[in-house]
């Protein structure tokens, strides 16, 4: 307990530098000061019911992924929920060595930067749909785009929460003053925001593609948009929402401060970080892409051999059309 006594000795040494700490800062600081760098003794039960189940989950999906050759799917969500478990782990070490503060920093940086993976599976889902059934339901963008787009900015997201982080952990280390923690937290919040916006761009495409893809049943067309794929399109959509409800989430807890209320507080972590990305990664896990959704074949066989489905038409995974939404290429 005599390193985080010392961690918190030197901020409130640094108090003269500290002058404007809104109430809810100073109250953390006597949580972390009484309990520790997380402000609390982390539950174990909590630590260890969700370091099992992204364990598990992590086991089904990279044997999903290997099974069904979706590279993009180890890359992604099996290696954020391993990253999950692991960020889990660390607080149930936390549980037993609460004053330990390097082991805090880290499933700190590792659970604010694993979804950062869900989304770039949500992101590769919509980019793999839109080459499957057909780029028209999204012009004029382009898939080729949107691949490169989403890459951009969720590289450019990890980059920079993972800059604010490793800054706002080595000023905590130092005992800086928390206006200074808490500045360099603000980083992460820039992070987030580019996540954000990454998820908006994402829920205007994929809104946009399922009313075209509805639009065309109704007209007789489309016939691939059946009552599976409507259920794996409702499922991947709901869980994005939860994955950007725990984006917004986190934008809170770094805009209120590295060290301040929602960061030491438990019960906000255990709900809306650890269950909400819990739940997205479950009905993934469940309702999975290599299930619901064929591979995406090379362009050039898609284009020299297309496939003929048991309706007759044109197998979805060669429709490539990039002319308006209101030409059906099998028509």
């Known amino acids: 307990m005599s390193n985080i006594i010392l961690f918190a000795r030197k901020h409130h040494n640094n108090a003269d530098q500290d002058q404007n700490l809104s109430p809810d800062v100073s109250q953390a600081l006597m949580r972390i000061s009484e309990y520790g760098p997380y402000g ?83 992101f590769t889902i919509l980019t793999k749909i839109c080459q499957l059934y057909g780029a028209k339901y999204v012009w004029p963008i382009r898939p080729s785009w949107m691949i490169p787009a989403f890459v951009l900015l969720d590289v450019a997201s990890l980059a920079v929460q993972g800059g604010g982080s490793g800054e706002a952990a080595i000023a905590e280390i130092n005992g800086r003053p928390v206006s200074d923690i808490n500045s360099k937290g603000n980083i992460v919040v820039a992070g987030l925001a580019i996540q954000l916006a990454g998820y908006l761009a994402f829920n205007a495409l994929y809104i946009l593609f399922i009313t075209r893809a509805i639009n065309a ?15 794996f399109f409702v499922a991947v959509y709901v869980s994005a929402l939860f994955v950007l409800g725990r984006s917004a989430f986190r934008t809170a807890e770094m805009a209120s401060g590295w060290v301040g209320k929602i960061a030491t507080t438990e019960w906000y972590y255990l709900v809306f970080d650890a269950t909400f990305v819990a739940i997205a990664v479950l009905i993934l896990t469940v309702i999975s892409p290599v299930n619901y959704m064929e591979r995406v074949q090379p362009s050039k066989k898609q284009t020299q051999s297309p496939e003929v489905d048991q309706t007759g038409e044109t197998a979805a995974s060669n429709s490539f059309d990039h002319g308006s939404p209101d030409v059906e290429k099998n028509a």
Not at 217 to 231: E, P, S, V
Request: net charge positive; charged share 10%; proline share 4%.
């Open 40 to 122: 609390y003794r982390p539950e174990l039960a909590g630590a260890v019911v969700f370091c099992v189940v992204f364990g598990l989950l992590a086991i089904a999906l990279t044997f999903q992924g290997i099974r069904g050759k979706r590279w993009w799917l180890l890359a992604t969500l099996a290696f954020g929920s391993w990253c999950e478990c692991v960020g889990n782990a660390i607080r149930i070490y936390g549980h037993f060595h609460p004053s330990a503060i390097n082991p805090y920093i880290a499933q700190q940086v590792i659970l604010v930067l694993t979804p950062a993976f869900f989304a770039a599976a949500h």
């Open 217 to 231: 049943q109704r007209k007789g067309k489309a016939q691939w948009f059946n009552a599976r794929q409507k259920l």
